[in-house]
């Protein structure tokens, strides 16, 4: 595939609102998890709770989308600079021809839990003022994210679980491919739910503790919240006004295993298909990854799978997973994780997996227990979903990516 620059990134999670709080949570290892008191909650568990959320005023405009998600969504997409860079972009393309998509597990559910709340005691309706399709629907965020920059190309909301804000890079990529955008405004947002952690305890997922990706002792996930995006574009056909320090998109991989609706096939197959596809798009070995941003739920059988797909392609490759200090942001991982391997990127530095303090021999990968700086230029983020729904993408720094000869 032919590579497709990063212009302009953020990232909003329990790290803190934007790419500085991110990037000095990231050096520091400081995670962001604490324990459950969404919504009162009886839970023994810990979260990664955005503050302010609800605090956060929708535009007057856009009133008919409040709820959790999309106050979250605008929090996001008011960091860094990152609303004023789309709103040049669609002065130079036009607005037609920017498309969004946006990844989501949950949408704005949490609006539907509050109004059954409230059903008509004789009727049982739902309170007049529900808006489900401007708040729950799936494509609820990706319709706000649009309707806030007045977008009117191509729209779409991903939700394929985990690797949800994963794919929306892979959809930007065909669109553009395919002649229909220049650009494309892309990202994840999943908001904290009542349905979320109750349903993943029910599955005896959820860890009484901070979430330990790879760790010996690794007993389930911590459920975190998040917006991020991207502005991804085609290159410019001067690629020497390119920064050297700019991000690339440089290959999309896909795969779809169907092993088990909640676990993932036990040799990693899908997940090993997903890599190999975007190792290929990308036009690069294995050996020119730098870096590895894992998926790692910290359940066993999700990292033991990994592991497994990783090791078949890689030898002592530095990788972590970064949602010990986020938690699993669900349908917005795929875009947080992105953002970090962003800032790798652009920092020169490999990220610590939070939390995690003994890797699991078993699992025999390079496991990075602390920060430090690496000139990395090639790095790997993969995101892999319930049903088997899996996404791997590689970035690559442009100093590096556009100088190198690629097969």
């Not at 040049?88 to 949408?107: E, H, K, L, Q, W």
Request: with cysteine.
């Amino acid at each position: 595939m032919k590579p497709l620059l990063l212009s302009h990134f953020t990232a909003t999670s329990c790290l803190g609102r934007g790419l500085d709080a991110t990037l000095d949570a990231l050096r520091r290892q400081r995670g962001g998890l604490t324990p459950c008191d969404f919504e009162r909650a009886e839970l023994d568990t810990w979260i990664g709770a955005v503050e302010g959320v609800e605090a956060e005023p929708l535009r007057p405009d856009l009133a008919d989308y409040a709820c959790r998600n999309n106050r979250l969504a605008q929090l996001g997409l008011t960091q860094d600079g990152f609303a004023g860079h789309v709103e040049r972009t669609i002065a130079r393309y036009g607005a037609d021809r920017v498309g969004v998509f946006v990844g989501t597990s949950t949408s704005g559910i949490l609006e539907t839990e509050h109004a059954y709340r409230q059903l008509d005691p004789q009727t049982g309706a739902l309170p007049p003022g529900f808006r489900y399709a401007e708040t729950h629907n799936p494509y609820a965020v990706a319709s706000f994210v649009r309707a806030y920059f007045a977008l009117r190309g191509p729209a779409m909301a991903i939700s394929s679980a985990c690797s949800s804000g994963a794919k929306v890079f892979g959809s930007a990529r065909r669109m553009i491919e395919a002649g229909l955008i220049d650009a494309a405004v892309v990202g994840g947002v999943d908001s904290l739910c009542l349905t979320t952690l109750y349903g993943f305890n029910s599955l005896e997922l959820l860890s009484r503790k901070p979430c330990r990706p790879f760790d010996v002792a690794r007993d389930g996930i911590s459920i975190g919240e998040a917006a991020a995006f991207a502005l991804v574009e085609r290159l410019p056909e001067a690629r020497e006004t390119v920064d050297e320090n700019a991000v690339l998109l440089l290959g999309v991989g896909e795969s779809s295993d169907a092993h088990h609706m909640s676990s993932p096939h036990p040799e990693g197959l899908g997940a090993r298909a997903a890599i190999e596809q975007a190792l290929a798009t990308a036009g690069i070995a294995p050996a020119e990854v730098g870096y590895i941003n894992l998926h790692g739920t910290a359940t066993p059988s999700n990292d033991a799978a990994e592991s497994l797909a990783v090791r078949a392609l890689f030898e002592g490759t530095p990788c972590s997973s970064t949602k010990g200090a986020t938690g699993h942001t669900l349908g917005a991982a795929g875009a947080l994780e992105a953002v970090v391997c962003a800032l790798a990127l652009r920092h020169r530095f490999v990220p610590a997996g939070v939390n995690t303090t003994q890797p699991d021999p078993a699992l025999g990968l390079d496991y990075v227990l602390q920060s430090r700086d690496a000139d990395v230029h090639t790095v790997l983020s993969n995101s892999f979903g319930f049903g088997g729904t899996n996404c791997s993408l590689i970035f690559g720094r442009a100093d590096h990516a556009l100088h190198e000869p690629r097969a």
